[in-house]
């Protein structure tokens, strides 16, 4: 399995950006898809972005199209997630976590980071 630490969050104005970070260590990062998840107080963690192992596919729910964009550098181990335009509706604790392949379903990945807080003000 691979360890996972994010960094990066914060409190931003809506309109604002933030840009998460996640450092993987204890495995090959290369192998694993990575992806993003988000838990706002009250309900389940949902998918946000997800990118590929093999090509850098990324993947994107509705609600943050066009305003995140996913990245990553396997030579540093971390993949990004660089959001702008926020709203208050993406408040939250932003989770990243490895499998083998994305997809949204949250049981799937096997490795998680501690998650960190993202708040968005009106």
């Known amino acids: 399995q691979v360890q996972l630490v994010e960094s990066g969050g914060g409190l931003v104005h809506a309109g604002g950006s933030l840009r998460l970070s996640c450092v993987a260590s204890?495995?090959?990062?290369?192998?694993?898809?990575m992806g993003w998840f988000r838990q706002a107080p009250g309900k389940e963690r949902e998918g946000v972005s997800c990118i590929t192992s093999d090509d850098n596919l990324a993947h994107y729910v509705d609600s943050v199209q066009g305003r995140f964009t996913v990245s990553r550098d396997n030579a540093k181990n971390t993949v990004s997630l660089q959001m702008n335009r926020l709203k208050p509706e993406d408040t939250g604790i932003y989770y990243c976590?490895?499998?083998?392949?994305?997809?949204?379903?949250?049981?799937?990945?096997?490795?998680w980071g501690q998650g960190i807080q993202v708040t968005v003000s009106s």
């Open positions: 204890g495995d090959t990062f290369s192998s694993y898809a």
């Open positions: 976590a490895a499998d083998e392949f994305c997809d949204w379903t949250v049981s799937n990945f096997r490795s």
